[in-house]
């Protein structure tokens, strides 16, 4: 005989409490007042026979039975969730997908069409920023960030890894009168030159502390922009080949040596572990490891 399932409102209270780390926004999230939440806790708590949460005047923590009844509700609900979708024919609805922008302008956006070919009933809506995405409090299914992929919770693909080496247009290599050693690129602006990738790569040159000319003020802390001030002529950047592909072979920028440098990052696909079966997940996963297979 199957064991009864657990109250269906007292989980969803109860697994967007712990999602949010406090009944009040789990309250505004489920249209409930503070109250009603903590009553439906209650009630799944006299059912599991253990407290799910510890209650402190400054808000709620789980206890070590919530943190892991936490983890398998988001996981049922999530496919609940699916699963009444696809009954309702919506099995794909929309997937929302943050993305830092030099990989959304130079990578996603060129390639985001054939998804959509071949996957007419997902609707996206693509939403560029640098901040790190948080899938507990914002409308995310997927985030594409920068790093080592060793995030909690988080199940994470390596996309491309994050090298870099100096970039530069043509114009400004032939006014440089040619660049034989990457000494002479201290010749030249450069931009962002508080940069670390730049110390690094100019010691894998063999050049120790390497004196670059300072631009005060200068910072873009984006790769989207540099390239487009490198392309524009206004300095060497130091940029991440597999981004600047097309740059490079439209001969808007050039890579004046073979040098390339590897700081372990990469860009990596990440989305909650407890996502990773929901099929419009699983769709722009396989899609998009497959175009960064043909890209490397």
């Known amino acids: 005989m199957r064991s009864h399932l657990p109250p269906l409102a007292a989980t969803r209270a109860f697994?967007?409490?712990?999602?949010?780390?406090t009944f009040t926004k789990a309250?505004?999230?489920?249209?409930?007042?503070?109250?009603?939440?903590?009553?439906?806790?209650?009630?799944?708590?006299?059912r599991v026979g253990s407290p799910l949460f510890l209650r402190y005047a400054r808000g709620v923590e789980l206890t070590d039975v919530g943190r892991r009844f936490s983890r398998r509700a988001s996981e049922a609900l999530d496919?609940?969730?699916?699963?009444?979708a696809d009954a309702k024919g919506q099995s794909d609805e929309t997937l929302v997908i943050s993305v830092i922008p030099t990989f959304a302008t130079n990578i996603l956006a060129q390639r985001l069409g054939r998804f959509q070919i071949d996957n007419p009933s997902i609707a996206m809506r693509v939403e560029?920023?640098?901040?790190?995405?948080?899938?507990?409090?914002?409308?995310?299914?997927?985030?594409?960030?920068s790093g080592r992929g060793e995030w909690p919770g988080l199940k994470c693909?390596?996309?491309?890894?994050?090298t870099f080496t100096p970039m530069l247009s043509p114009a400004l290599a032939e006014q440089a009168g040619g660049l034989r050693e990457p000494s002479d690129l201290l010749q030249l602006p450069i931009i962002e030159p508080s940069d670390p990738w730049w110390q690094q790569w100019f010691a894998a040159a063999g050049i120790?502390?390497?004196?670059?000319?300072?631009?005060?003020?200068?910072?873009?802390?984006?790769?989207?922009l540099e390239a487009n001030a490198a392309i524009a002529g206004q300095g060497v950047?130091?940029?991440?080949?597999?981004?600047?592909?097309?740059?490079?072979?439209?001969?808007?920028?050039?890579?004046?040596?073979?040098?390339?440098?590897?700081?372990?990052?990469?860009?990596?696909?990440?989305?909650?572990?407890?996502?990773?079966?929901?099929p419009k997940i699983r769709k722009f996963r396989d899609w998009i490891l497959g175009e960064m297979a043909e890209l490397a």
Request: aromatic share 8%; charged share 25%; with cysteine.
């Open 237 to 278: 950047g130091i940029l991440t080949p597999a981004l600047c592909r097309d740059a490079l072979q439209r001969g808007q920028l050039v890579q004046p040596f073979d040098l390339i440098c590897d700081d372990g990052y990469s860009y990596w696909l990440a989305y909650p572990e407890n996502r990773r079966n929901a």
């Open 27 to 46: 309250a505004e999230e489920l249209g409930m007042t503070q109250a009603a939440v903590s009553y439906q806790i209650k009630v799944l708590e006299e």
């Open 128 to 145: 560029v920023n640098q901040s790190l995405a948080d899938f507990a409090s914002e409308d995310l299914d997927l985030a594409i960030r």
């Open 157 to 162: 693909h390596e996309l491309i890894r994050s």
């Open 15 to 21: 697994e967007a409490a712990a999602r949010h780390g």
């Open 79 to 84: 496919l609940l969730r699916d699963a009444f």
């Open 208 to 224: 120790s502390h390497a004196q670059i000319p300072a631009r005060p003020g200068l910072k873009f802390g984006s790769q989207i």
